[in-house]
């Protein structure tokens, strides 16, 4: 690309974006091929770790922290990747054993769900 | 509908009926004057302390997380499916939309407040789409924030959202922006 003439180093893929999510709400994030979606995504989730991030991102009005946030989001990626040899009780209980606490006394049951 | 960072965020402060329900406001700004005030915050830990199943000491961890995993499944209606072999994709063993149902199930057994899925619909057909927006439903309908990116949406999958974020290149939008 320097080649032809584009002398800058940096490659910006987002800018100027500005929005919220409402808790407990189905948000859709539409755009067109290439408009940043999965990128602005990948952002927030805390998924793209090289480049440059700007701006911030902040969780009920506080700081996102990445290693909170972790705890606290999931992200389910475009290709289902799981283990052929696998059920799925065993997928799922696989999944829980790596990700829940270990005290998993306490988490034996969802929040909100009556 | 681009929203202004503000109301949203105090429109989410009223709306929220549960005063348990795990909430999270996602805010996201690229300028720092535009901070909400007085907003609550609650981390999804109010878990119930209910643990009965035990099988033996190698195995005790597993079999707490029996009822849990139960909850998930009823959730994304894989319940029957529970005993069924993953396979291989487009081989063996499950379906292209059962693979994405068992993707998100299996964010959910992490027990997030927030859920991020990219194109949950993308490559299925219109039936396959509708029941995984199903499950996105269920999954929403237990207080959880969901943010999907989509493509190229169905009506039918497109109503089932409550909020629309759009992006745009910024060229379209000074084309609108420009005076008749």
Redesign the interface.
């Known amino acids: 690309m320097k080649q032809e003439g584009i002398t800058e180093t940096k490659l910006r893929l987002l800018?100027?974006?500005?929005?919220?999510?409402?808790?407990?709400?189905?948000?859709?994030?539409?755009?067109?091929?290439g408009?940043?979606?999965?990128t602005?995504?990948d952002v927030?989730?805390g998924r793209k770790t090289g480049g440059y991030i700007?701006?911030?991102?902040?969780?009920?009005?506080?700081p996102k922290n990445q290693k909170?946030f972790a705890r606290?989001?999931?992200?389910?990626?475009?290709s289902?990747?799981?283990?052929?040899?696998?059920?799925?009780?065993e997928?799922?209980?696989f999944?829980?054993?790596l990700?829940?606490s270990?005290d998993?006394?306490?988490?034996?049951?969802?929040?909100?769900?009556d | 509908m681009i929203h202004s960072p503000h109301s949203a965020a105090q429109a989410c402060s009223k709306n929220c009926p549960n005063s348990f329900c795990p909430c999270h406001v996602l805010w996201i700004s690229s300028r720092d004057n535009s901070r909400p005030k007085g907003l609550g915050f609650r981390v999804l830990d109010q878990f119930d302390k209910q643990a009965k199943t035990v099988f033996n000491v190698c195995f005790s961890c597993l079999g707490k997380l029996q009822s849990f995993v139960e909850q998930v499944m009823d959730l994304v209606e894989m319940k029957s499916l529970e005993f069924a072999l993953v396979g291989l994709p487009a081989i063996s063993g499950l379906s292209t939309e059962q693979r994405k149902r068992l993707t998100i199930a299996v964010e959910l057994v992490a027990n997030p407040s927030i859920i991020f899925m990219d194109e949950p619909t993308s490559g299925l057909d219109a039936r396959a789409a509708a029941i995984v927006m199903r499950t996105v439903r269920n999954t929403v309908d237990t207080g959880r924030t969901v943010v999907c990116t989509i493509h190229q949406p169905s009506i039918d999958i497109f109503e089932a959202f409550d909020e629309v974020c759009i992006t745009v290149f910024l060229p379209f939008l000074k084309k609108f922006q420009q005076p008749m």
């Open positions: 800018s100027n974006i500005t929005g919220a999510f409402r808790p407990g709400v189905l948000t859709a994030l539409v755009g067109v091929s408009a940043g979606k999965t602005l995504m927030l989730a700007e701006g911030d991102i902040r969780i009920s009005g506080f909170t606290i989001s999931g992200y389910c990626e475009q289902d990747i799981h283990s052929p040899q696998l059920t799925v009780r997928s799922l209980i999944s829980a054993w990700r829940l270990s998993v006394d306490s988490t034996t049951k969802m929040v909100g769900d």
